[in-house]
């Protein structure tokens, strides 16, 4: 007879889990969605030019605009798993100390940069608002968006972070599962 497993705790910390999880989940499908977008309409504009010499007039606004949403929704989901490009040989040499204040330092650069793109980018998206795209008629700000949308997750993901350093967590070397300083 087997013992019952252990239910993992509930509470606040469970449940951000779980709703980052969810975000994950939902933002991967996004990308999906985006890349079969692509190709639908690229294959099939195409492949209506060629052979029946006619096409998809919305083919080209479609298929950039699920690129731009795809570039940035893959870009917020690397930055959750540290898998944007870092060179750590100089950080690589530090003790944990230093270490950490350097984690800290960049990732207070960071926020920085992400709110200038914030700010860049809702300035754009309002603008974007007036003006329309010339085929489907959708708003410009639908491409400016993404770049708000991102600036905004990144931010919250890095001040989550920032957060977890400065309550003693260890800061992430980099993408590799192995740290090697342990």
């Not at 230093?98 to 603008?127: F, N």
């Not at 993404?146 to 993901?157: D, R, S």
Request: overall charge positive; charged content about 15%; hydrophobic content about 55%.
């Amino acid at each position: 007879m087997q013992a019952a497993s252990p239910r993992p705790p509930r509470g606040p910390r469970n449940w951000l889990d779980r709703a980052a999880d969810g975000c994950r989940r939902l933002q991967t499908w996004l990308m999906v969605a985006c890349l079969v977008v692509m190709v639908v309409l690229l294959f099939g504009n195409v492949t209506l030019r060629y052979v029946f010499n006619s096409g998809i007039n919305m083919s080209d606004e479609m298929s950039r605009l699920a690129f731009v949403w795809l570039i940035f929704l893959g870009s917020v989901l690397a930055l959750r798993d540290h898998q944007h490009i870092g060179v750590t040989m100089l950080v690589a040499r530090f003790g944990p100390g230093a270490r950490k204040a350097s984690h800290i330092a960049c990732q207070l650069l960071t926020l920085w940069v992400l709110w200038l793109m914030a700010e860049g980018s809702w300035r754009q998206t309002v603008i974007g608002l007036d003006t329309r795209l010339p085929v489907t008629g959708l708003p410009m700000a639908v491409f400016d968006a993404a770049v708000l949308y991102a600036a905004v997750a990144m931010g919250l993901l890095t001040l989550v972070d920032l957060a977890r350093v400065l309550a003693g967590g260890a800061p992430p070397l980099d993408a590799s599962p192995e740290d090697p300083l342990v």
